[in-house]
């Protein structure tokens, strides 16, 4: 994840990823380092290598739908299991700057049909940024828990659209 910069974020999201995959959701494991570190730092960021996964892509079929919404139920299922307390902390809670930076950058990332689906939503998702940032205070009675905030098709993994892996954390 290029927006975290520093170890401690980077192990906690290693431990939920064990504990997410210990609860049956499919997820790549971590590999140590020559060093057996799971973590290594290359100049600002902190990286990660994880197990190579073989499939394909979500190619967009009704099963791999399917398959997807019950990996986004499992995800969710096993983040609400996490312990509370010191291991159950909030990584980053995403501010309005942030969505609205990356609105400005992801179009430039790859071109094709996201590039074009971000342009053309532009005004829409601003918009629901302020929504959500004019209701904030209103949200803050609701319970909380992590969720994966990155779910698109590169980030799913299929054999014979069967859900192998769920990528990014």
């Known amino acids: 994840n290029i927006l975290i910069k520093d170890q401690d974020t980077l192990e906690y999201i290693a431990m939920v990823g064990e504990f997410i995959r210990n609860e049956g959701?499919?997820?790549?494991?971590?590999?140590?380092?020559?060093?057996g570190k799971k973590q290594v730092r290359c100049g600002d960021f902190w990286w990660e290598l994880s197990?190579?996964?073989?499939?394909?892509?979500?190619?967009?079929?009704?099963?791999?739908l399917r398959e997807v919404a019950r990996g986004?139920?499992?995800?969710?299922?096993?983040?609400?299991?996490l312990p509370q307390g010191e291991t159950a902390r909030s990584i980053k809670v995403w501010r309005s700057e942030d969505?609205?930076?990356?609105?400005?950058?992801?179009?430039?990332?790859?071109?094709?049909?996201n590039s074009a689906l971000i342009t053309e939503s532009k005004s829409f998702l601003i918009e629901?940024?302020?929504?959500?940032?004019?209701?904030?205070?209103?949200?803050?009675?609701?319970?909380?828990?992590?969720?994966?905030?990155?779910?698109?098709?590169?980030?799913?993994?299929?054999?014979?659209?069967q859900l192998q892996a769920v990528l990014d954390l």
């Open 128 to 161: 629901q940024v302020a929504l959500v940032d004019k209701n904030r205070d209103s949200f803050k009675h609701h319970g909380s828990q992590l969720v994966h905030n990155d779910f698109h098709p590169h980030n799913t993994i299929f054999i014979a659209e």
């Open 72 to 81: 986004v139920a499992l995800v969710h299922s096993a983040f609400a299991k």
């Open 25 to 35: 959701v499919p997820i790549p494991s971590l590999l140590d380092t020559k060093d």
């Open 51 to 64: 197990e190579f996964v073989p499939g394909d892509h979500f190619r967009g079929t009704e099963n791999e």
């Open 99 to 113: 969505l609205l930076s990356l609105l400005d950058i992801l179009p430039t990332i790859g071109g094709g049909e």
